[in-house]
């Protein structure tokens, strides 16, 4: 196993980081990328690094020191439309830590990097002093995503239970250390 070095981001760390996440998007969500939901990668220091209450980890490969695996959290809720109006309400922004972008490349994969950077970003989370609730949604398409999320938090909505089966995604409420 190699010994990653799991940091905040630099400003040298955001082509790294944003490549790992167009990756991401192409190869594992099958969507590209898509501006209304993924804005955040293209301007990464404006929606992790400027924020005070935001942040943005990833793991650096030992031998070259690229990003292998990147993970973010900010201070925004679930917006309404289009999560559930119940989804919003429940994790208003300011006082909800959303995680964000935890992609770990391929060929990093089961190296424990996505729980490494996700228990970073519950720690800072902890110290902001803030937050009330940690809030994350996935596709549970994706290989792996699904039961990797269910063994740090819980499930709160899963619209692959709705009528029409929703957007197919799964809501997750992950306790604050």
Do not use: C, F, M
């Given at each position: 196993m190699r010994d990653y070095c799991i940091r905040t981001a630099t400003p040298d760390d955001l082509d790294g980081a944003r490549s790992v996440m167009l990756d991401t998007v192409y190869r594992d969500f099958?969507?590209?990328y898509v501006p209304r939901?993924?804005?955040?990668?293209?301007?990464?220091?404006?929606?992790?690094?400027?924020?005070?209450?935001?942040t943005l980890l990833v793991a650096a490969d030992p031998r070259d020191g690229t990003v292998a695996a990147t993970a973010a959290l900010d201070s925004r809720g679930p917006a309404h439309p289009p999560?559930?109006?119940?989804?919003?309400?429940?994790?208003?922004?300011?006082?909800?830590?959303?995680?964000?972008?935890?992609?770990?490349?391929?060929g990093d994969r089961r190296q424990g990097?996505?729980?490494?950077l996700v228990g970073g970003l519950l720690d800072f989370a902890a110290a902001d002093g803030g937050y009330r609730s940690v809030y994350l949604h996935t596709d549970p398409a994706v290989p792996g995503a699904e039961a990797f999320w269910r063994?740090?938090?819980?499930?709160?909505?899963?619209e692959r239970e709705e009528p029409g089966g929703g957007q197919g995604i799964v809501h997750f409420d992950v306790p604050l250390p």
């Open positions: 099958g969507t590209g939901w993924h804005g955040d990668v293209i301007d990464l220091h404006g929606a992790y690094l400027a924020p005070a209450r935001h999560n559930p109006r119940h989804l919003a309400e429940r994790y208003p922004s300011g006082e909800t830590a959303q995680l964000r972008r935890v992609y770990v490349r391929p990097l996505a729980r490494r063994s740090l938090g819980k499930a709160v909505h899963d």
